[in-house]
């Protein structure tokens, strides 16, 4: 069956029991190939792994209530086994079925039909950072999101993870790098009033204003939606 009546037929199936499931439309505008995978933490599974050449786009459907994430992978190769430089889920295929990126790796969180059935968003960065995200929802009254810089390039050395080709796929936050309490805003720093931005979240604040920089981001980082809309991924929106 062609993908996109598929689709249709799903959202009409949903639409028949009362809940209308969204489309997320993931959209490649980066010039090399990605390969972008989605993995369920709540709800029913979806298409978890896809290869996108650059300008295409892939729709997928999926059912509220849903939580899960979202996130680009690339420097690809398949050598019988599938692996990434950047973004890897270690499945050994394009598929990431229940597992998630290897860090650095910038995500895309979604709660569809949470609290007052609104849907929750995010960009962030809380595990670093590997490709520029936009997230536009398909309602004009809900604002969109974004990390639209290339924070790769001006990654501290500490901090950089290198391909295969020896250039910069992923820059790691300071609680991946380093893995202290006072960066993973864990153990006696696991209160917003314990946890404050740091330089390392600040590096990232200033260049992706609206993405989470550290966990405890939540006032300038965290949007949302009436229920029932849905949402446009656009990788390197540049």
């Known amino acids: 069956m062609d993908f996109r009546i598929a689709l249709y037929c799903l959202i009409a199936l949903c639409s028949s029991h009362g809940v209308k499931?969204?489309?997320?439309?993931?959209?490649?505008?980066?010039?090399?190939?990605?390969?972008?995978?989605?993995?369920?933490?709540?709800?029913?599974?979806?298409?978890?792994?896809?290869?996108?050449a650059p300008r295409a786009a892939q729709?997928?459907?999926?059912?509220?209530?849903?939580s899960g994430r979202v996130w680009g992978r690339y420097n690809?190769?398949?050598?019988?086994?599938f692996v990434c430089d950047s973004g890897d889920c270690v499945t050994g295929k394009i598929p990431c079925d229940t597992?998630?990126?290897i860090p650095p790796v910038t995500l895309v969180e979604f709660t569809l039909a949470g609290a007052d059935n609104k849907d929750f968003f995010d960009v962030s960065l809380v595990d670093g950072f590997n490709l520029p995200v936009a997230v536009a929802p398909s309602r004009r009254s809900c604002p969109p999101t974004s990390c639209p810089a290339d924070v790769n390039s001006g990654c501290p050395a500490e901090f950089a993870v290198r391909g295969g080709d020896g250039n910069v796929v992923g820059c790691k936050s300071a609680c991946v790098a380093l893995n202290q309490p006072e960066y993973c805003c864990s153990g006696e720093f696991s209160t917003p009033e314990k946890c404050p931005p740091t330089k390392?979240?600040?590096?990232?604040?200033?260049?992706?204003?609206?993405a989470y920089s550290y966990a405890y981001d939540d006032a300038t980082s965290t949007f949302t939606c009436p229920n029932g809309g849905d949402y446009r991924i656009t990788f390197c929106p540049n």
């Open 21 to 52: 499931s969204a489309v997320f439309t993931v959209e490649n505008n980066c010039r090399f190939t990605i390969w972008p995978a989605i993995l369920t933490g709540r709800g029913g599974a979806v298409l978890s792994g896809f290869e996108l």
């Open 76 to 81: 690809c190769k398949n050598n019988g086994t």
């Open 200 to 210: 390392y979240s600040m590096m990232f604040k200033r260049q992706c204003p609206q």
């Open 99 to 101: 597992a998630g990126g």
């Open 59 to 66: 729709s997928v459907a999926v059912a509220p209530p849903w």
